[in-house]
């Protein structure tokens, strides 16, 4: 049991020791939207795409010289103004309709789970990456129509707490130093589970979604 041990003492030690970690901070500019799944009766439809921004830490974990586990952690903005009409009968003969606009605004901590591919130079001091993976956010803030408070209830109860994205995307890193590094890139977030249960009550269809979409522009350093 102790040979075993001091086996994969030994292993992990040399592949800690080959490994290497780049720390770095970077800003996002997000262009964010929503769509949803649902039926056309609803006329639930994206008005306008909203401008958020992405702030945080990343990290590079290269198991390989040209393969790295990317992570870390970061605050991003999401959210647009959506719309709705519905026209139904209410059993007795009368039409109701019920349509509104909603200004979503929303913030979450961000976990992204990825893998980037580097080539070799493609100019002297330049690779270029490619970047897929996921990530999984926490809700920590919401407005609806610029209000924290609708109706003496807190506007933040009425989304999910975890929402989880699909990433793709890509840049080029530039080195400018001896280990410090500036890069920029371009990502698209692909929301994949329903960030808000509010219009399947709203609407009495349990069948509808919504869920975020975004593409944001990255520019950061790495040390």
């Known amino acids: ?22 720390i770095g901070l970077m800003v996002s500019p997000t262009i964010t939207g929503n769509r949803f799944v649902a039926e ?8 306008n795409s909203g401008l958020h921004l992405g702030v945080g830490v990343v990290a590079d974990y290269f198991f390989a ?11 991003r903005g ?11 009968d209410d059993g007795s003969g009368a039409t109701i309709t019920t349509a509104g606009k ?7 901590v961000e976990l992204p789970v990825t893998l980037k591919l580097f080539t070799n130079e493609v100019a002297p001091g330049t690779i270029a990456y490619f970047q897929v993976g996921g990530s999984l956010n926490t809700k920590v803030a ?11 209830e807190k506007v933040l109860k009425r989304f999910n707490i975890f929402e989880a994205d699909a990433l793709l995307g890509g840049g080029v ?7 410090t590094k500036i890069f ?5 977030h692909r929301g994949l589970t329903d960030i808000d249960d509010y219009y399947e009550k709203l609407l009495g269809d349990k069948n509808i979604a919504l869920k975020n979409n975004s593409v944001s522009i990255d520019f950061g350093v790495k040390f």
Do not use: R
């Not at 075993?4 to 490994?19: E, H, K």
């Not at 999401?78 to 139904?88: A, I, N, P, Q, R």
């Open 1 to 22: 049991m102790k040979k075993l041990t001091l086996l994969v003492l030994f292993l992990c030690a040399g592949f800690t020791s080959m490994a290497q970690i780049e």
């Open 40 to 47: 056309d009766k609803y006329n639930l439809e994206k008005e």
């Open 65 to 75: 010289q040209n393969y790295a586990f990317s992570t870390g952690l970061l605050f």
């Open 78 to 88: 999401k959210g647009s103004e959506v719309s709705y009409t519905y026209s139904h």
């Open 102 to 108: 909603d200004d979503i605004a929303l913030q979450y």
């Open 142 to 152: 919401a407005k609806v129509n610029n209000h924290k408070v609708i109706d003496s």
């Open 173 to 179: 890193e530039y080195q400018v130093g001896q280990s």
């Open 184 to 188: 920029a890139g371009l990502t698209y």
